[in-house]
């Protein structure tokens, strides 16, 4: 399915897929998460065309060093497979199932879910990003989880097809996770992103968009040196340019939740448009999963329960005076 063009701030977003599409994604009530060490640190490659410089950054005592394959370096486009990764994590431990660092998923619902084509390119473009993200290599003492060690490895360490169709193209893919990445997702060292971080168009524009949501939190606002601002970004560009896509930047408007401004003393100010609140999902009772089997015989009562908590993410997050009688109520629908 194509994408239906919505209403752009300012022109400067992607058009989205139709909401009907996310159906997959949100049956596990997948909202968009994103893992604070890489969105605190430059482990991306903000390059359009491939990367093959060795990256080294070092800030308040964390220092990384990057270094890619053949293929170049993985991309801040090519994150989106690890944020789909996250998201689905976490979706399966807030519905208390299992997980493992090993993801089989299905292509097409992680390109419409990343925003996405879904043309016959968009899967090889989408194997390109795999061989980035393993080829990768990342050396750091980033704290995850409550682990601080000096450790070298891939953003994935393995991935694989697990089936094609007649004509090659990928069905569905088995992904490992690294260790370091799936201890931050244990650990729930994850933050909510806006869907809308997907339809940003340049590479910039998502950086941004992530130090924002790591520092803004719950305050008001953030203040950042323009000097700060690109060592953190991990762009390559002249401090002269980079200010000037700043400005760019400010006059266009486009980060999701956040607005920009330009303060005397070579500042950025960062500010929230309006309160992030991270609602809970809600929890039900093992007597509400019971009577959930009784009225489903034989259904996966926690992929009923993930499925019921992805209709009330996407209706707003409503407070619900009892979690249980709205989940069985939901249930007795279905299963009428």
């Known amino acids: 399915?194509?994408?239906?063009?919505?209403?752009?701030?300012?022109?400067?977003?992607?058009?989205?897929?139709?909401?009907?599409?996310?159906?997959?994604?949100?049956?596990?009530?997948?909202?968009?998460?994103?893992?604070?060490?890489?969105?605190?640190?430059?482990?991306?490659?903000?390059?359009?065309?491939?990367?093959?410089?060795?990256?080294?950054?070092?800030?308040?005592?964390v220092g990384i060093t990057v270094t890619p394959s053949v293929r170049g370096l993985a991309t801040i486009h090519d994150k989106d497979i690890l944020i789909f990764c996250i998201s689905q994590l976490m979706a399966a431990l807030n519905a208390g199932r299992r997980v493992s660092r090993r993801l089989q998923l299905k292509a097409h619902d992680l390109l419409v879910a990343t925003n996405r084509e879904t043309s016959g390119d968009s899967y090889r473009r989408l194997r390109d990003a795999f061989e980035r993200l393993a080829g990768t290599r990342i050396t750091t003492n980033i704290v995850t989880g409550e682990t601080e060690t000096t450790s070298g490895f891939g953003l994935i360490?393995?991935?694989?097809?697990?089936?094609?169709?007649?004509?090659?193209?990928?069905?569905?893919?088995?992904?490992?996770?690294?260790?370091?990445?799936?201890?931050?997702?244990?650990?729930?060292?994850?933050?909510?992103?806006?869907?809308?971080?997907?339809?940003?168009?340049?590479?910039?524009?998502?950086?941004?968009?992530?130090l924002a949501r790591k520092h803004c939190g719950r305050q008001d606002s953030w203040r950042v040196s323009v000097d700060t601002l690109l060592k953190k970004s991990g762009s390559t560009s002249p401090r002269?340019?980079?200010?000037?896509?700043?400005?760019?930047?400010?006059?266009?408007?486009?980060?999701?939740?956040?607005?920009?401004?330009?303060?005397?003393?070579?500042?950025?100010?960062v500010t929230r448009r309006e309160a992030l609140i991270e609602t809970p999902p809600p929890v039900l009772s093992e007597s509400a999963l019971d009577q959930a089997r009784a009225l489903m015989p034989g259904a996966d009562v926690h992929s009923l329960a993930a499925e019921w908590r992805g209709v009330w993410a996407r209706t707003g997050g409503p407070r619900l005076r009892s979690a249980d009688a709205a989940f069985l109520g939901w249930l007795r629908k279905q299963a009428g």
């Open 1 to 61: 399915m194509g994408r239906t063009a919505v209403a752009d701030r300012a022109g400067g977003l992607l058009p989205g897929h139709a909401r009907g599409d996310f159906f997959l994604c949100d049956i596990f009530g997948a909202i968009p998460k994103d893992d604070i060490a890489s969105m605190e640190h430059p482990l991306f490659s903000l390059a359009t065309r491939p990367d093959r410089r060795i990256l080294s950054y070092e800030h308040n005592g």
């Open 157 to 210: 360490e393995s991935w694989e097809i697990v089936r094609r169709t007649r004509g090659g193209r990928m069905v569905s893919v088995a992904v490992t996770l690294s260790e370091w990445l799936y201890r931050a997702v244990l650990g729930k060292a994850v933050l909510t992103l806006s869907r809308d971080y997907f339809r940003l168009r340049k590479p910039l524009e998502r950086r941004i968009y992530e």
């Open 240 to 269: 002269r340019v980079f200010r000037r896509m700043m400005r760019d930047m400010i006059e266009e408007q486009n980060l999701p939740d956040y607005t920009l401004a330009e303060e005397p003393g070579d500042l950025i100010r």
